[in-house]
């Protein structure tokens, strides 16, 4: 429902198309880089045991600079509906989608480490035209996909702290610079951080939020009254944290450290953020049984071609360097009651962690909980139709409470001149 007074040509002004256009010279940077790596050994049984396996790199490497089209995912990406605007100063890359169907309801899906805007590229079509996939029209969202500050073609934050202002910025987006007063809100990983913090901050605009996971920082203090289920939890995000967690530790205490050599090294910024989609999916140890090289090579284009995965550890500097006081004000927020906004929670089994209802019901409206069958961190793309059923049936009924007047809809900025990345 649009609820402020910007007119159409206001919104177009500060509305830009546009286009992804990677220059040529930063590909053959690339294809130089690929063909100088310097390989190391492979170490014990090529199972990934030691973190990696270098066969395999090798191989996705010879793909990448031999057979990978960057072009024609460049392409893909630009079916969509792209656009950027300049709040505070800083540029935020986003899509719109407009939906088919007698009154789309506006959606934004916040993504998060360590993919970008396309963990949502299958769901975007689906949710916007639902018809075209054989589902009811009246279930059509407008779908808007943000990069996240510091990530992909979205500007980097010029102070730290900037995850716990992304609520802000996100309905800043909605709100103000797309005129959708009211919209629901999906979000996984760092996005259901986001999303949850913005429901907090503006529970007036958000319908409701559909999330796959309850945000881990959570289980930084715990409850003096756990249940037994709720116990195994814990314990189970405290062995995470001995065995697994060792990435955002240093992400979140050294980053720089870190991001230096990645954004120096192709293979090395495939092989770090790779790792993590093989094994945080539900893949059985084989990562392209889920996903294509094409989609996991794009996937580690956007921060190559971007230079951003060192702002990408931003979010992981601002938790782990957040003050008491930025704590605490999180916990009033939730006692104030602001934490009322109707949720859903869509569990997969092969994510990082699988808390129990009673968990989430700590801090949430929960409204619907969904034990998925399969699945695992990068649902979207992993699992889209399971995702999208369960955030349309979770919205349907929360529908009755929205409507848009026809004559209220914010015209699509006219693509006179697109954007483009050099």
Request: charged share 25%; with cysteine; proline share 6%.
């Amino acid at each position: 429902m649009r609820t402020d007074q910007h007119d159409d040509n206001e919104l177009s002004r500060q509305v830009q198309p546009f286009e992804i256009t990677i220059a040529p010279d930063v590909l053959d940077d690339l294809h130089q880089r690929l063909d100088r790596t310097r390989w190391i050994d492979e170490t014990g049984d090529d199972d990934w045991t030691h973190g990696l396996s270098v066969s395999y790199m090798r191989q996705l490497a010879d793909y990448w600079r031999h057979e990978f089209d960057w072009r024609a995912q460049e392409a893909a990406m630009n079916r969509f509906a792209q656009f950027r605007t300049r709040i505070d100063g800083r540029d935020v890359h986003f899509i719109h989608e407009r939906g088919r169907g007698p009154a789309p309801m506006p959606i934004i899906l916040s993504h998060g480490f360590p993919d970008s805007f396309l963990r949502f590229a299958k769901i975007i079509p689906m949710l916007a035209d639902p018809a075209r996939y054989g589902a009811d029209e009246a279930d059509a969202f407008d779908v808007v996909v943000p990069s996240l500050p510091g990530y992909g073609f979205s500007d980097r934050p010029v102070k730290d702290g900037m995850l716990f202002h992304t609520g802000n910025l996100w309905h800043r987006l909605m709100a103000r610079e797309l005129g959708l007063g009211r919209f629901a809100a999906h979000g996984g990983d760092w996005g259901s951080f986001i999303t949850e913090v913005m429901a907090r901050d503006h529970a007036d605009s958000v319908v409701g939020i559909h999330l796959t996971d309850v945000p881990f920082y959570h289980a930084f203090q715990k409850p003096d009254d756990p249940s037994d289920d709720e116990k195994k939890y814990l314990a189970a995000i405290d062995k995470f944290g001995q065995t697994q967690g060792a990435y955002a530790l240093i992400q979140g205490a050294q980053p720089q450290a870190l991001s230096l050599g990645l954004n120096d090294s192709p293979v090395g910024l495939a092989a770090w953020i790779i790792e993590k989609w093989r094994r945080w999916s539900d893949c059985d140890g084989d990562v392209e049984s889920v996903f294509s090289k094409d989609e996991l090579l794009s996937n580690v284009m956007i921060y190559w071609a971007t230079a951003t995965i060192d702002s990408s550890f931003g979010p992981y500097f601002d938790v782990a360097h957040a003050g008491a006081g930025t704590w605490i004000k999180q916990k009033l927020k939730q006692w104030s009651g602001s934490s009322d906004v109707p949720a859903a929670f869509a569990m997969f089994p092969k994510d990082l962690s699988t808390p129990p209802r009673e968990w989430a019901e700590r801090f949430f409206n929960v409204q619907r909980w969904t034990e998925m069958p399969r699945g695992g961190h990068f649902a979207a793309l992993e699992e889209p139709d399971l995702l999208v059923n369960d955030i349309r049936e979770f919205f349907r009924p929360l529908r009755e409470g929205w409507t848009e007047p026809a004559s209220g809809r914010t015209s699509r900025p006219r693509a006179t001149r697109a954007t483009k990345v050099t």
